[in-house]
T-cell receptor, first 111, second 110 residues
Framework: DGGITQSPKYLFRKEGQNVTLSCEQN?????MYWYRQDPGQGLRLIYY???????QKGDIAEGYSVSREKKESFPLTVTSAQKNPTAFYLC??????????FGDGTRLSIL | KQEVTQIPAALSVPEGENLVLNCSFT??????LQWFRQDPGKGLTSLLL?????REQTSGRLNASLDKSSGRSTLYIAASQPGDSATYLC?????????FGRGTSLIVHP
């Protein structure tokens, strides 16, 4: 079955540590997105990519980085510069004119 | 910048009621309007997508309408069931990037 896989489901970060969240899709979608979800805040866009080897900052990109070396993969790194990383992170992909497809999310917490 | 607002923020109803969830957006130049469902601790599941040229879409007990001139979309849930309990989010896509509302948290009690 086609879909989006996010891993890990839960992740813990120590002070000063960078962590990477994985997002893989087999839907052959060009566009991929990373969102952060906090209680009462809705979904906020971190980064998006419309095509391989290209990506753009969203509304809250500071303290995060991404790469898009393959169509299927769009990993998100939460750097030590992100001072409040505790949140639920959602990855999505999309084809033009079609609904977004979401993964099941990664919950990141601080140790 | 597009803003999407959902009212009410929370709703608790007895089983069997017909429901209306509201979504409003500030820029009528939208490409499409999507409704999603999110269960606790899970990702979003697409329910209905309305293209800008369409007025409504239906799937089972769900019906979504779109009125671009007034900047509003509604999601109608007929004969609600406890399994409908979830958060419902709408998102408009004006360019290539969907903008989400904060959602309506729905509880349907037996």
């Amino acid at each position: 079955d086609g879909g989006i896989t996010q891993s890990p489901k839960y992740l813990f970060r120590k002070e000063g540590q960078n962590v990477t969240l994985s997002c893989e899709q087999n839907l052959n979608h060009d566009a991929m997105y990373w969102y952060r979800q906090d209680p009462g805040q809705g979904l906020r866009l971190i980064y998006y990519s419309q095509i391989v080897n290209d990506f753009q900052k969203g509304d809250i990109a500071e303290g995060y980085s991404v790469s898009r070396e393959k169509k299927e993969s769009f990993p998100l790194t939460v750097t030590s510069a992100q001072k409040n990383p505790t949140a639920f992170y959602l990855c999505a992909s999309k084809a033009p004119g079609q609904p977004q497809h979401f993964g099941d999310g990664t919950r990141l917490s601080i140790l | 910048k597009q803003e999407v607002t959902q009212i009410p923020a929370a709703l608790s109803v007895p089983e069997g009621e017909n429901l209306v969830l509201n979504c409003s957006f500030t820029d009528s130049a939208i490409y499409n309007l999507q409704w999603f469902r999110q269960d606790p601790g899970k990702g979003l599941t697409s329910l209905l997508l309305i293209q800008s040229s369409q007025r409504e879409q239906t799937s089972g007990r769900l019906n979504a309408s779109l009125d671009k001139s007034s900047g509003r979309s509604t999601l109608y849930i007929a004969a609600s069931q406890p399994g409908d309990s979830a958060t419902y989010l709408c998102a408009e896509e004006g360019s290539y990037i969907p903008t989400f509302g904060r959602g309506t948290s729905l509880i349907v009690h037996p």
